[in-house]
Nanobody
């Protein structure tokens, strides 16, 4: 299974970006997909997640500004980021918890990271 993230870039404060993460491979079923971010010198933290049933979770600092969604038919998760702030600057990683074909356990997979830079 591979996760391919895209959509990062440089944007001014107040602007918007949309991140995408497409999964490919022998996927049997999905559990949760999410986005994490890691700023320089800091740990990787959860930004938003969405369950197979569509339940979403957001970290407090992005509530009302970011929206996570998924397209199960395309095995893709999106993160719409509006009203971006300087403190949103980080490398964003997509994550998927899923079961592969022929495997009983749920496994974690990570995308390669996409950089988001917000200028103040």
């Amino acid at each position: 299974v591979q996760l391919q993230a895209s959509g990062g870039g440089l944007v001014q404060a107040g602007g918007s970006l949309r991140l995408s993460c497409a999964a490919s491979g022998s996927i049997f079923s999905w559990n949760t997909m999410g986005w994490y971010r890691q700023a320089p010198g800091k740990r990787r933290d959860l930004v938003a997640s969405i369950t197979n049933g569509g339940t979403t979770t957001y970290t407090d600092s992005v509530k009302g500004r970011f929206t996570i969604s998924r397209d199960n038919a395309k095995n893709t998760v999106y993160l719409q980021m509006d009203s971006l702030k300087y403190e949103d600057t980080a490398v964003y990683f997509c994550n998927a918890r899923l079961r592969r074909l022929g495997v009983r356990t749920i496994e974690d997979y990570w995308g390669q990271g996409t950089e988001v830079t917000v200028s103040s």
